[in-house]
């Protein structure tokens, strides 16, 4: 296993890129593929990514585990210039740029958290609850879906 790059080193090998990050060498090449990340090719076709690619696989992987599809990703990750390392005003750009989604998540999973125990309208009608918030299925003329936590 490669280890970890130096402090001030500016290119990373795909395997020091893949132990400073924790991302395995074959999720980076994935990463690639779909365009959310770019290495150069040294003479002996090897990859070198900028050292700024660290971030960019952060917050792949943090939008990934909360959820955010790779198109959504990469499409704030195309917010980022190509040219040159992301200024904090580049970045500051990407993270308004997804503010309200963020925010729309966190709405919906807080729903999830404070929600899901109880009659959602989901026309189950399975709980005990249901009857009573949902008599005779009515919800289900808002539409389908959870109708409560669509709704709220
Ligand atoms: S939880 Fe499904 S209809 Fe109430």
């Known amino acids: 296993m490669a280890e970890n790059p130096k402090w001030n080193q500016r290119e990373l090998t795909v395997g020091e ?3 400073r990050s ?4 074959s999720a980076l090449h994935f990463y690639e593929r ?4 770019t290495a ?18 952060a917050l792949i992987r943090i939008a990934q585990r909360v959820g955010i599809p790779l198109t959504e990703i990469g499409a704030a990750l195309d917010k980022l210039p190509d040219g040159h390392i992301p200024t904090g005003e580049d970045w500051q750009r990407l993270s308004a740029s997804w503010r309200s989604e963020l925010d729309e998540r966190i709405h919906r999973l807080q729903q999830l958290r404070d929600e899901f125990d109880g009659c959602i ?3 189950c009608l399975s709980l005990e609850r249901c009857a009573l918030a949902n008599p ?3 919800a289900a003329q808002h539409g389908p879906g959870p109708r409560r936590l669509l709704e709220s």
């Open 40 to 57: 150069r090719r040294t003479s002996g076709n090897q990859r070198r990514y900028r050292r700024d690619t660290l971030r960019r696989v």
């Open 34 to 37: 779909k365009g959310l990340i």
């Open 17 to 19: 890129l893949s132990a």
């Open 22 to 25: 924790g991302v395995a060498v």
């Open 136 to 138: 005779h299925d009515a």
């Open 121 to 123: 309208g989901c026309g």
